[in-house]
Structures are given as C-alpha cells and as structure tokens.
C-alpha cells in the first residue's frame, strides 16, 4: 500500500481500468485533479472548447471503441454542460463515466461560488451516479462506476469529487472485485425462455428479425448473421442497429419506421413471427402500438427486463445479453429456406423502391451521400448528428462493415456530430472517419473544430448546407400549412473560410459534378477537412410514416 492523494488515486485507478485517453475542460474544483496529471504521460488529456463536446466525444469514443469514455468537468457550469451529452449516452446505452469537480466540502449546500448539486441533477439521465466524501472512497466508486457503465445494459455514470478531496490524502488499494448488492446484470437467458422462442422461430412462415443497438453493444455480428442464414430470416434493423448487419447481405432489408425503408416497415407490417432483438420498440419505428405489425407473434430478446411489454406487447420475453442468447438460440433453430417469403420481401423492394432519387440538375443531398458510400464502399465510419442528413445518410450510405454508423438516437441531439466524429477518430486512428452534418448542428458545436486541428484528427466533415433546418421546414410544409417560422438561417457563416479560419482545408461543392472530386480530395488529404455541399431547400426526406401513425398512413412520394 501507499499513500496518494485523491487526485492520484483516480489517475492511478483509471489507468488500472484500462484508460488511455481523456476529454475534458480544466476549472477551479478539478484544479488539483489536473495538477496530478503531468504524473500520469500515459494519460493522454484532449482538451476540448466546451463540456458538452467532451461528453459526445467521450460518447463517441465508447461506441467506437466499445470502452468506456471519459470525461472531465469542473464544478458548476462545467459540470451542467455535461448534461446533454449525459442524455444523450443515457438514451442510447452508452457507457461513459464523468467525473466532475465540487466545491470544498464545507461548502456544499451553502452557494459557493460555481456549486450545483450535480448528482441531483443528473439522477435522471445516469445509470448511477456518486458523490464522493472521502479519499479512501475513491478506488472502489471508480471500480465500481466503471463495472456500471460497462455491465448489463451500459449507461453513463457521473463520479462527483469535492475539490479538497482530490488534495486529501488516503491509503491506495485498487479493489481485485467488488460487492454490488442487487446489482446482477443477465447473461444467459432461462432455458424456458430459449424453448418458447424457438417454438416461435420453427413454426413461422413469415420471419423478420428486428435487430436493435443491443446487437452492436454485445458484439453479436456473427451470432445475429448465422440465425439469420440457418432460418433464412430476413433482417430488418433499428435506426442504431444499422451497421450490426451487412447491408450487402441478401437477407438484409433496411430499417423501417418513420423516415425508413418502405419495405421495412412493410415487412414488419406483414410478418407473422417478429424477433425482436437488443431493440427497445421506440415510437419512431412502432408507431400506432395498437396497429404495430399486427399479425405476428412477437419475440422479444433484451438484456433489460423494463423493455419487456413497455411500449409493444409481446408473446414471448427472453432477458439476457444478446449474444449468450443467441449462442442458446442458434442450435435449437431448424434450418429453413422461406422462399416465398423472401421472394416477397424483393417484390416489396421492387414495389416500394424507397432509395430512388429524383432526376434533377439541383445538387441534393441524397446525392452526396450516395457518392460518399460508392467512394468508400461503404467502409467508412460514419457519424451524424440528428435532422434531415441523418435520415439521408441512414437511407443511402450502404454499410458493409459492423459498428460503423454512430448517431444520436433516443435523444435527437442536435451538435452530436462534430465532436463525437473527433471522439470516434481517436478510436480508430487508422481509419477512415466522415462527419456528415447538417448546417444547423454543424454550428451548435462547431467550435470543437479547434480541438480536431489543435490534436491533428483527420476527420472528414460533409455539412449538407441548405440555409434551413430542414426537417423543421419539412414539418411546416406538411402538418402546419406551410407556415414556416425560425426554419431558415440568413447569416450562415462561409465555412470555407471557418474551417480556414482553424487551420482545416475547406472545400465548397455546389454542382453534381463536384463531388464525387471533393470527397476524394478529403479522402486523400492527411488532415481534417471540412467540405461545405450547397443542397437544395425544398428538398424533403421520404418515405415517411407520420408520428404516431402506422404502415397504413405511409407517405412514400411528396404529395
């Protein structure tokens, strides 16, 4: 054992969890946390322009990597920027841990200067959360939130740390285990569980899978595709399942819901048994509850038992991690062909092509994004950020490779894809990362662009740029009588010259000619790159189920 101040004792028990890299901004109450860390080289710290970017971008480290990210906040201010970022990893199963400065303790509860009850205000949107009162506490409450973040269903986990507790001193002992009371998250399912979906499975005519994040977050690539092939089930994803299932696949069928493949949501639609798995059933694909997929009995695999019977009603419940369960599942599955079936998914796909895009001189943003899967061949990480060029990059960008596609899901969280894209490249440094980014998020966090020059991350980011928020002005135009209100920005900065202005090359693409020549440019160029594609306005994003409704109300061509 040896004696280590508290600002030690959480450098030394991150490094025993295996962490290498850190995003954070410094403030008075993580002072003596930041003090410790020219000790710790192999700690690297990236310094970002705001707290919310640290936590998209330890956010989009994690589901890059599939560790957990980390991020660090001061008291206060600090602190309660980390909230959207909290949200946003909370809705999407994210592990990340936060740790955050407090005031001295004497002065909680009494307004000191940059106090907020952090852990108060972030009970909501954390998996757990501590605050820690005593040095000696603060090896296991590391352990332990790392253990939460990483375990079960993975979350994010605030660790609160008075500011004279990072200077007091303490014995240190990394706990080797740990004794969490109550907390047992599921690995194998019940083998009742594994009989009654296989019933379902082997007596099915019209098989789909629905296949969610959970896949992503379990890794379970190849158990999902050897299902798929044995039963010849065709597969349909969520919008964060997208990437857990080559899209080159033959069985694969796109994702469905509201801006979804129309022959996705038809494929639901008409299925007789439907595999849900790792999905939680979100508004956006079910729609009307009471008019979801109708005429199939539902399997429902998940790790966490309140997503069972939550927003669908299920026949069969089967809680555990996805892959345990599929390695359960797999042998007792009788192979099959469904040929009729699967023939009648391809007439969908012939009766209902939802990825037609339209003949035009206008530069659209489909377009864009169609050329930037070709060029890559759909091997690129992609990360966006929530609107309109989410939908399009969801629709067109064709991924062939597993856990390649990151985006802000049950939150909508506008600003997402800048940072997280610079969280997701120190992941995979080695890799090709693209950004594709609306105009309106692009600039709620664009001054993380300081941070991608600053550590040199050659991120590619593609702003389709129509001097709107698009999706606003889509919603306008069909459910408020066009009666567009704050949709339109008439100051836009010239990125070009922004992304000069950081040291980055810009490009600026405004004809169909252009970019396929441009996202070369970016793709050979050894530093970032922003490149601005000047879209058209008016362009909206189909198919479309509208909220709340079902297959039945589908839109799938401008009215």
Known sequence: ??????????????????????????????????????????LRHILVRHEQGAAHAADGYSRASGRVGVAFATSGPGATNLITGLATAMMDSVPVVAITGQ?????????????????????????????????????????????????????????????????????????????????????????????????????????????????????????????????????????????????????SVGFPGMHGMAYASLALDHADALIAIGSRFDDRIVGDASRFSRGSRKVHIDIDPAEFNKNVRVDVTVMGDVRQ??????????????????????????????????????????????????????????????????????????????????????????????????????????????????DGGFQMTMSELATVAENRLPVKYAILNNNHLGMITQWQDLFYNHDHQADAYTANPDFVKLAEAFGIKGLRVREQEEVVPAILAANNHPGPVVVDFVIDRVDHVYPMIPSGQSVEELIEEPL
């Not at 969890?17 to 930041?34: M, N, Q, R, T």
């Not at 990072?166 to 740990?178: D, I, K, T």
């Open 1 to 42: 054992m040896s004696t280590k101040t508290g600002g030690q004792i959480v450098c030394e028990s991150l490094i025993r969890e295996g962490v290498d890299v850190v995003f954070g901004l410094p403030g008075g109450a993580i002072l003596p946390l930041y003090g410790t860390l020219s000790e710790y080289p192999q």
């Open 103 to 251: 005031v001295g303790r004497a002065g909680i509860g009494t307004d000191a200067f940059q106090e907020t009850d952090i852990t108060g205000a972030t009970l909501p949107i954390t998996k757990h959360n501590y605050l820690v009162m005593r040095a000696s506490e603060i090896a296991s409450t590391i352990k332990e939130a790392f253990h939460i973040a990483s375990t079960g269903r993975p979350g994010p986990v605030l660790v609160d740390i008075p500011r004279d507790v990072f200077q007091e001193s303490a014995e240190y002992v990394y706990p080797e285990s740990l004794d969490l009371p109550g907390y047992r998250p599921p690995g194998a399912a019940a083998e009742s569980e594994i009989a009654a979906a296989v019933e379902v499975i082997n007596s099915a005519e019209r098989p789909v899978i629905l296949a969610g994040h959970g896949v992503i977050i379990s890794r379970a690539y190849r158990e999902l595709r050897e299902l798929a092939e044995k039963a010849q089930i065709p597969v349909v994803t969520t919008l964060l399942g997208i990437s857990c299932f080559p899209e080159d696949h033959v069985l």
């Open 325 to 438: 369960v599929l390695d359960q599942l797999n042998p007792l599955v009788k192979r099959a062909t469904h040929e009729e079936w699967v023939r009648h998914i391809e007439h969908l796909k012939a009766e209902h092509p939802s990825l037609r895009i339209p003949e035009t001189d206008r530069l659209l943003g489909q377009q864009v994004i169609r050329s930037l899967s070709e060029v890559t061949k759909g091997r690129s990480v992609v990360v966006t950020g929530v609107g309109q060029h989410q939908m399009w990059a969801a629709q067109h960008y064709r991924f062939t490779r597993a856990n390649s596609w990151l985006s802000s899901g049950g939150l909508g969280t506008m600003g997402y894809e800048v940072p997280a894209a610079m969280g997701a490249q120190v992941a995979r440094p080695g890799e090709l990362v693209w950004s594709v980014c609306g």
